[in-house]
C-alpha cells in the first residue's frame, strides 16, 4: 500500500511538470474540444516557398506557419476527411494577417456557404464562432492583405458544435448499422415504461428513449419528472429524442387532445404567428421560454438532445402541420429553432425535421438545409419499408442522415441491411407490442446491425 502512494505521489509531480511544460496534453487537443483541422489534408491556392507549406497550420506548433505569395484572393482549405457539424475555427495570424478575409464551409469542395465574414482585420488570435453548419471541407478565403507581404497563418484549427458527439456518430454508422429506439408516450409520470417493457422481451435497452413534453394536466405536471428521465437514459449510455405533442399558442396550458393538439388555425392566426412581433408569434415565444427551462436543465448537464418539435409536418390533423411553402409550417419551424438556439443559447439540440408517409411532396415542408440536422420519416402505410421511400428520403437528406421516426411495424434486421443509411429506428410506444410478435422484437433488437445501448460508444 505504501508502495502504490509513494508512486502515486511521484506520479502526480511528474505530471504536473509535464502539463507545465506542455508536453503531458497532445498539442491538438489544448484547447476546448477537440481541434479536427489537426494534421488534417490541406489545400492551399499558394505558397511563398516550400518553407511555409500548408501542413504547417494545422500542425499544432505555434512556431511554424503557412504563407501564402504575395498576392490578394488566396485561401487555404482543410479537407476534414468525413462529414462534421462544426461551429468554430481559431485563426493565429502572423504579422501578415488579412484585413477581409471569410470563412466557408462545403461538403464537396466544390459548393460553398460563406459562414462569417471580416472585413476589418486585426490579427492576432482570432476564435470565431458562427451557426453550427455540417461540412467536410472548411475554408478561410482571404480577400485583402494588411501587409504588402502575403498571408500568413500560424495556426487554423477547426472546433464541432456542442453536442456533435452524437451527430457524428450517426453520420458514422449512416450506411452500415441502426439505432434501435422507442418513444416512451403518457404518462410522464412513468416516462420509462415501453422502454422497461421492450428491455423484459429482449434483455437488451433500446438505443435511443424517446420522450413528449404533452398536453394533458396530469403530463404537463410531470413534465420535470419526464426531463429528469431524459437526463437518466443520457447517464444510462442511450440517446435522447424529445418532441411537442403541445396546443397552439391561442389556448394556455394544460390543454386536450381533440381541439388541442388536433385543432386548426385560420389564416389570419398563421400570419400572426409566424411573423415577427405578431400577438401570436409573442405566444409562442412566451411558451418557448417555458420550455426552454426544460432544455436548458438538460444543456446545463451535458445531455445532447435530439429535438423534433413539429412532427410530421404533412399530417394536416395537428395544428402545426399541414402547411406547404416557405411561410407554411417550414416558417414555424424555422421561427421556434431560431428562437431556441440564438436567442436562448441552446446549442444542445440536433435538429430532426420529419415527414410521413402519406405524401411524397415532402420538399413544400423543407424548413431549409440550414435548419435541420437530420430527415425522418414516419412510416405508418401498409405498404411499410418500400425502396421508393427510401430513396426518396435520400434525395431529401442528401450527405445528411436520415432515420425511421416512427412505426408500428418493426423492420427487419435484412430489410434495413437492404437500406442501410437508416441511422435510427424508433418504434411508436405500445404500438410495438400490438404490431410485432415478441420474437420478431427479439430477433431486431439481437440483429448484428441494430444498435442497443450497451453498444453505443461513449457519446458526452
Given at each position: 500500500?505504501?508502495?502504490?502512494?509513494?508512486y502515486r505521489?511521484?506520479?502526480?509531480?511528474?505530471?504536473?511538470?509535464?502539463?507545465?511544460?506542455?508536453?503531458?496534453?497532445?498539442?491538438?487537443?489544448?484547447?476546448?474540444?477537440e481541434n479536427l483541422a489537426y494534421q488534417k489534408t490541406v489545400i492551399v491556392s499558394s505558397?511563398?516557398?516550400?518553407?511555409?507549406?500548408?501542413?504547417y497550420a494545422v500542425d499544432a506548433n505555434g512556431n511554424t506557419r503557412w504563407s501564402s505569395a504575395y498576392a490578394d484572393n488566396q485561401y487555404i482549405i482543410v479537407d476534414l476527411g468525413k462529414n462534421y457539424t462544426v461551429s468554430s475555427v481559431r485563426l493565429a495570424w502572423e504579422s501578415a494577417y488579412a484585413s477581409q478575409f471569410q470563412i466557408q464551409t462545403s461538403l464537396d469542395n466544390s459548393a460553398w456557404t460563406t459562414v462569417y465574414s471580416n472585413y476589418n482585420g486585426t490579427g492576432g488570435s482570432n476564435s470565431i464562432s458562427f451557426s453550427a453548419t455540417t461540412a467536410r471541407y472548411v475554408k478561410v478565403y482571404l480577400i485583402k492583405r494588411a501587409t504588402s507581404y502575403g498571408f500568413s497563418l500560424y495556426e487554423f484549427e477547426i472546433y464541432s458544435a456542442a453536442g456533435t458527439g452524437v451527430l457524428d456518430?450517426?453520420?458514422?454508422?449512416?450506411?452500415?448499422?441502426?439505432?434501435?429506439?422507442?418513444?416512451?408516450?403518457?404518462?410522464?409520470?412513468?416516462?420509462?415504461?415501453?422502454?422497461?417493457k421492450a428491455y423484459s422481451i429482449t434483455g437488451q435497452y433500446p438505443g435511443l428513449w424517446s420522450g413528449d413534453f404533452l398536453f394533458s394536466s396530469d403530463d404537463v405536471a410531470n413534465r420535470w419528472t419526464m426531463i429528469y428521465e431524459c437526463k437518466k437514459q443520457w447517464d444510462k449510455g442511450s440517446m435522447v429524442q424529445l418532441m411537442m405533442h403541445v396546443v397552439p399558442p391561442t389556448q394556455s396550458e394544460p390543454g386536450s387532445w381533440d381541439g388541442g393538439v388536433v385543432s386548426t388555425l385560420n389564416d389570419s392566426q398563421w400570419s400572426s404567428l409566424i411573423t415577427d412581433g405578431g400577438t401570436l408569434n409573442k405566444a409562442w415565444k412566451t411558451r418557448l421560454d417555458q420550455y426552454a427551462v426544460y432544455l436548458q436543465y438538460l444543456k446545463d448537464n451535458g445531455v445532447t438532445v435530439l429535438f423534433r418539435p413539429f412532427h410530421e409536418m404533412n399530417q394536416s390533423i395537428f395544428w402545426w402541420a399541414g402547411r406547404t411553402g416557405s411561410n407554411g409550417t417550414a416558417a414555424l419551424y424555422r421561427l421556434t429553432r431560431d428562437y431556441l438556439q440564438n436567442v436562448k443559447g441552446l446549442t444542445n439540440l440536433i435538429w430532426v425535421w420529419d415527414m410521413q408517409d402519406l405524401d411524397y411532396n415532402w420538399s413544400t415542408y423543407n424548413p431549409g438545409s440550414a435548419y435541420w440536422d437530420i430527415f425522418a420519416l414516419d412510416i405508418y402505410n401498409s405498404d411499410g419499408f418500400t425502396d421508393y421511400k427510401y430513396n426518396q428520403a435520400l434525395n431529401i437528406a442528401g450527405s445528411k442522415p436520415i432515420a425511421i421516426g416512427e412505426c408500428a411495424k418493426l423492420p427487419t434486421a435484412s430489410k434495413l441491411l437492404s437500406q442501410p443509411r437508416w441511422v435510427f429506428c424508433m418504434s411508436w410506444a405500445e404500438l410495438t407490442f400490438s404490431n410485432n410478435s415478441n420474437s420478431e422484437?427479439?430477433?431486431?433488437?439481437?440483429?448484428?446491425?441494430?444498435?442497443?445501448?450497451?453498444?453505443?460508444?461513449?457519446?458526452k
Open positions: 500500500m505504501k508502495r502504490k502512494v509513494t505521489i511521484f506520479s502526480v509531480l511528474l505530471s504536473f511538470v509535464l502539463l507545465v511544460s506542455g508536453l503531458l496534453i497532445p498539442k491538438e487537443t489544448r484547447a476546448a474540444g505558397t511563398e516557398s516550400s518553407s511555409y507549406p500548408g501542413s456518430y450517426l453520420y458514422s454508422i449512416s450506411g452500415s448499422k441502426t439505432v434501435i429506439g422507442i418513444h416512451n408516450r403518457e404518462p410522464n409520470s412513468d416516462p420509462d415504461v415501453q422502454t422497461e422484437i427479439q430477433n431486431l433488437y439481437w440483429a448484428s446491425n441494430v444498435i442497443v445501448q450497451n453498444e453505443l460508444p461513449d457519446l
